[in-house]
């Protein structure tokens, strides 16, 4: 099966700081994800890569950043923590011609 | 551009009935994916069932299936004999056939009612 983890399920931050949230996959999947969930609104997309230090920006790339320095990890940066950034955050992978396979999201709140 | 749409925010239905959950796309395209995920409170999204746009033939998984309507881009999804477990909130979503762009619905959220 294939496993995409998130390093933290619940983050608290405070405004202004530095935010890193990990995600490694272990299927060798060239596409990688970024997307932050809230209510009503579904998934949004962040972030996206398809290959090592490859990245294209999603619907809502402002405020965020990304990192992909090896083929099973992808980074989201938040460069300046801000309190409309409190949201769960969900990576997810997938190959040539396969779905999305999720972490089980981070919830990120800024205070 | 594609879009995927859900009208249905929150529904219910009894345990043990069937109940159809709601999605349409938008798309140019002729070829490609259509998915449906649940995700339950334990948040970890999960894949329910896959339909390929060139096959005709309606997806099932055991009690789910789905209702595939190309030309007039249309996704439902049918849940049989409806069990507690079934509560989530369950997500339509398009891929093209790339596989680097997934476009998803705002969700419906499914309870089931002993």
């Known amino acids: 099966d294939v496993k995409v983890t998130q390093s933290s399920r619940y983050l608290v931050k405070r405004t202004g700081e530095k935010v890193f949230l990990e995600c490694v996959q272990d299927?060798?999947?060239?596409?990688m994800f970024w997307y932050r969930q809230d209510p009503g609104l579904g998934l949004r997309l962040i972030y996206f890569?398809?290959?090592?230090?490859?990245?294209e920006k999603g619907d809502i790339p402002e405020g965020y950043s990304v990192s992909r320095e090896k083929k099973e990890r992808f980074s989201l940066i938040l460069e300046s923590a801000s309190t409309n950034q409190t949201s769960m955050y969900l990576c997810?992978?997938?190959?040539?011609?396969?779905?999305?396979?999720f972490g089980n999201g981070t919830r990120l709140t800024v205070t | 551009a594609q879009t995927v749409t859900q009208s249905q925010p929150e529904m219910s239905v009894q345990e043990a009935e069937t109940v159809t959950l709601s999605c349409t796309y938008d798309?140019?395209?002729?070829?490609?994916?259509l998915f449906w995920y649940k995700q339950p409170p334990s948040r970890q999204m999960i894949l329910v069932i896959r339909?390929?746009?060139?096959?005709?033939q309606n997806a099932t998984e055991n009690r789910f299936s789905v209702n595939f309507q190309k030309a007039a881009k249309s996704f439902s999804l049918k849940i049989s004999d409806s069990q507690l477990g079934d509560t989530a909130m369950y997500f339509c979503?398009?891929?093209?056939?790339?596989?680097?762009?997934?476009?998803f619905g705002t969700g419906t959220s499914l309870t089931v009612i002993p």
């Open positions: 997810a992978s997938t190959g040539i011609y396969s779905p999305l396979h």
């Open positions: 299927m060798d999947h060239e596409n």
């Open positions: 890569s398809y290959d090592v230090k490859m990245k």
């Open positions: 798309t140019s395209e002729n070829n490609y994916y």
């Open positions: 339909q390929e746009a060139y096959k005709q």
């Open positions: 979503a398009f891929t093209t056939i790339t596989g680097n762009q997934f476009y």
